[in-house]
Nanobody
Framework: QVQLVESGGGLVQPGGSLKLSCAAS????????MGWYRQAPGKQRELVAF???????DYADSVKGRFTISRDSAKNTVLLQMNSVRPEDTAVYLC??????????????WGRGTQANVCS
């Protein structure tokens, strides 16, 4: 299966920046879509951004113009650059990777999450 290692969360003041990283490893043949979701206390998990294999990307309306998702296909890594963060961006951020495995199966894998706290 796919193993995901996330990093980059932490504490930041409103208006500041954070950069999240997620690296996928395992018996991966091809990585398809890679994305970031978030879940705040008492709220449902929501999509923040995803990037497809052709590097086309889409964003939640709440983060458009502030967050940028990118991927390094050679390293099976997805990044989320978070700028102009707001208190409502506070959440656990989870990486999601969809991949085709060398075994011929497909994998839809979630990371354990990294906490981002935005507070003054």
């Amino acid at each position: 299966q796919v193993q995901l290692v996330e990093s980059g969360g932490g504490l930041v003041q409103p208006g500041g920046s954070l950069k999240l990283s997620c690296a996928a490893s395992g018996r991966i043949s091809v990585v398809d879509a890679m994305g970031w979701y978030r879940q705040a206390p008492g709220k449902q998990r929501e999509l923040v951004a995803f990037v497809a294999s052709d590097e086309s990307a889409d964003y939640a309306d709440s983060v458009k113009g502030r967050f940028t998702i990118s991927r390094d296909s050679a390293k099976n890594t997805v990044l989320l650059q978070m700028n102009s963060v707001r208190p409502e961006d506070t959440a656990v951020y989870l990486c999601n990777v969809k991949a085709h495995m060398t075994t011929g199966s497909d994998s839809d894998c979630w990371g354990r999450g990294t906490q981002a706290n935005v507070c003054s």
